[in-house]
């Protein structure tokens, strides 16, 4: 019985240990920013894309992912690979809660902070030779009219409130942009003006 048990137990660990690096993949697809946050910098390239679409295919991503979750659950997982599970299947009630109930990706406040955010990780953290991290600076930069696009498609009546504040948090990007990426930019390019 002891034996079945472990098997069993083996099992559901690798399931969810699977689950986990996918969940995970699909998470920094979709938040590419926050993955050059964590550490991962196979993203550093990709803004955030946030179409109708992707944002629609993330949730049904979410929703195939909490079934999963959900089946994974009832395994017979040992103590610290159930309380894993939990979290994880909180993380993705609460992206879900976020994107379909709530929608911050409908608000102008939810893009205000993304492109600034992006570029000001790849300037600051010294994790690469600075001129690969200026390759990918521009990559970034070269998708936010995309991002742009994206916001004015899903934007829905805003409160004035929201509007006029993300309007204050991207005026205040324009010097950042203007000044400090162009500055950073030319060092890490090796011209100091």
């Avoid at 034996?3 to 920094?28: E, P, V």
């Avoid at 406040?109 to 991290?133: E, S, T």
């Avoid at 200026?134 to 990559?139: D, G, H, M």
């Amino acid at each position: 019985m002891s034996a079945c048990s472990n098997s069993g137990r083996t099992d559901a660990h690798a399931a969810l240990a699977s689950f986990i690096d996918t969940y995970f993949q699909k998470y920094f697809d979709f938040n590419p920013s926050e993955a050059t946050s964590d550490g991962l910098h196979e993203y550093d390239s990709k803004l955030e894309e946030r179409s109708g679409i992707r944002v629609q295919n993330r949730m049904t991503e979410l929703d195939g992912q909490a079934a999963q979750i959900a089946e994974i659950r009832k395994r017979d997982l040992n103590a610290d690979d159930a309380i894993d599970a939990l979290l994880v299947e909180n993380r993705i009630q609460a992206e879900l809660l976020d994107l379909r109930t709530i929608k911050t990706w409908r608000t102008p406040l939810y893009y205000a902070g993304i492109p600034g955010n992006a570029v000001d990780l790849l300037m600051k953290r010294d994790f690469a030779p600075a001129a690969a991290r200026l390759a990918a600076v521009t990559a970034r930069l070269e998708q936010i009219p995309a991002l742009i696009d994206a916001m004015q498609d899903n934007l829905l009546e805003p409160p004035r409130e929201f509007t006029d504040l993300a309007i204050r948090i991207v005026q205040g990007s324009i010097p950042f942009f203007r000044d400090s990426v162009a500055e950073w930019a030319r060092s890490a390019a090796g011209r100091d003006q």
